[in-house]
């Protein structure tokens, strides 16, 4: 987009100044950020300011633009139907064969097939060509960013100062010069018939004015009103294109608010414009809890976004309370449906009210369970989820846990109970998950030999001279017919 400027230069001629200082049309904001002081505003005492000059102007007015104003979005060409292998190779084409890219390959750090890739991608769900135009300024942005980041690269340019390299600044032009011109030391020069900077504009195009500063408005009492900021595209300096000016005078002026007419709304006072009441949003029916401690947000809006309070109205519950910051405070004693009354009022008395219905609900928690608002739902929906007791699960708390499911017990079955579980262990285990075998040589039952341990029993190994199930039986030696010879036993 181009940014004109008009300066008179007799009472029916304007000179006209272009420039490329605009590339998106801009709107203006309900609530802008900066909102600068008219120059030659007149002051209280009815006297003129100094800075009576057209010197600083600004874009900042507060008139929404008409639609039909603005510059046409683009659209999908529907006629068009690009496949992926097409869009793929017009892309590699066109960014390939430019000098920019060239260039750009050689630095090692540019990727170009992810310039060919997002341009291959929009080409083939637009079927519009201007998204190579718009690949090759992604692809050239990386360019100047990888060549001021590569030190090792740069130059001495004619003062002995390290500079970036030249063949990066005189190959890369805007927009490639929109395929439709060659670029030289950074700059287009335009195939015939083509102009501008980028060499995007035909030198035949028809100029379009998307807006005007103040719908062309100007008060001479806040600045001479010998320029003015025109808004749109294909402008091109030349003596045809001209500005036309018409000076009229009315009793009451309205131009921005900077005066108005007797008996009209003084527009310094915002309670004299059209003034809409602000309104409660909450919806008009709300549920409870018998018992709950509920704490309900309500919500509004006003139509100006201007600062408003809701308050409560005659005929409300004695126990509801509001807060500064519009919160309902009520706890239900009763199963029945109650109402409240509330009223939205702005800082100009205009006011609303609104009408609510709280509902008591049943919680659906078995008594296994308590009721909770739930997190992901607003405070009133009527949204609850269920706490469990130990021991139970369930959306509504209905299920006993199984603490068996998983078998716990190692050497044993299992006895489940409310949030526990206990183990019957078979014979020789212990502990509670029967995991632990019982030593049965403790404490030492062989008296005349060694223990071997068994699952639920044990083994002797008794020493010589002795046996028995605890070797507690010492073998007689002695042979049965006794010793001879007269021989005695020992």
């Not at 510059?71 to 084409?93: G, M, Q």
């Amino acid at each position: 987009m181009d940014l004109c400027t008009c300066e008179s230069i007799s009472k029916t001629t304007l000179k006209i100044e272009c420039g490329q200082d605009i590339a998106q049309p801009q709107t203006t904001n309900a609530n802008p950020p900066f909102q600068p002081v008219p120059q030659g505003k007149v002051n209280q005492n009815g006297k003129r300011g100094i800075t009576y000059t057209d010197d600083i102007i600004y874009f900042y007015d507060d008139i929404e633009p008409d639609q039909k104003s603005l510059p046409p979005r683009k659209k999908r060409n529907v006629n068009v139907k690009v496949s992926l292998e097409n869009a793929t190779e017009y892309c590699t084409k066109s960014l390939l064969s430019t000098k920019a890219s060239k260039v750009c390959l050689e630095l090692s750090n540019v990727n170009v097939s992810n310039a060919i890739t997002q341009c291959a991608a929009d080409l083939q769900i637009t079927g519009d060509v201007f998204w190579v135009e718009s690949a090759f300024e992604s692809l050239k942005s990386s360019c100047q960013f990888q060549a001021v980041k590569n030190y090792s690269a740069y130059e001495k340019d004619e003062s002995g100062n390290l500079v970036p390299p030249a063949k990066i600044t005189q190959l890369l032009c805007p927009n490639d010069c929109s395929f439709q011109g060659n670029c030289t030391n950074g700059t287009c020069i335009c195939n015939e018939g083509y102009v501008s900077a980028d060499c995007s504009m035909r030198f035949d195009e028809i100029p379009q004015v998307f807006r005007l500063l103040d719908e062309g408005l100007c008060d001479i009492r806040a600045r001479p009103c010998m320029r003015t900021i025109v808004f749109g595209q294909y402008f091109l300096s030349s003596e045809n294109l001209t500005c036309h000016v018409k000076e009229f005078k009315q009793e009451a002026c309205l131009i921005k608010g900077h005066c108005f007419a007797k008996d009209d709304p003084n527009p310094k006072d915002w309670c004299q414009q059209l003034n809409l009441p602000p309104n409660i949003t909450t919806p008009t029916v709300r549920y409870a809890l018998l018992g709950e401690d509920l704490q309900l947000q309500l919500e509004g809006e006003d139509p100006e976004r201007r600062p408003f309070v809701i308050s409560m109205t005659d005929g409300n519950p004695s126990q509801g309370k509001l807060s500064a910051s519009h919160i309902l405070h009520w706890k239900p004693e009763t199963k029945n449906d109650t109402n409240f009354f509330f009223q939205a009022t702005d800082e100009c008395n205009a006011s609303s009210t609104h009408n609510m219905t709280i509902k008591i609900v049943i919680c659906p928690c078995t008594e296994k369970g308590t009721c909770y608002p739930d997190p992901v739902h607003p405070r009133g929906s009527g949204m609850y989820v269920c706490k469990c007791q130990p021991g139970y699960e369930g959306k509504r708390c209905e299920k006993e846990i199984d603490e068996c499911i998983l078998s716990p017990c190692v050497h044993g079955s299992c006895n489940d109970e409310i949030n526990n579980y206990t183990c019957t262990c078979d014979p020789g285990y212990t502990g509670h998950n029967c995991s632990v075998d019982i030593d049965e040589c403790q404490p030492s039952p062989c008296i005349h030999g060694n223990c071997s341990d068994l699952v639920n029993g044990f083994n002797c190994f008794c020493q010589s001279g002795f046996t028995g199930t605890l070797c507690e039986h010492n073998i007689d030696d002695c042979p049965s017919s006794g010793c001879g010879n007269g021989g005695k036993m020992d």
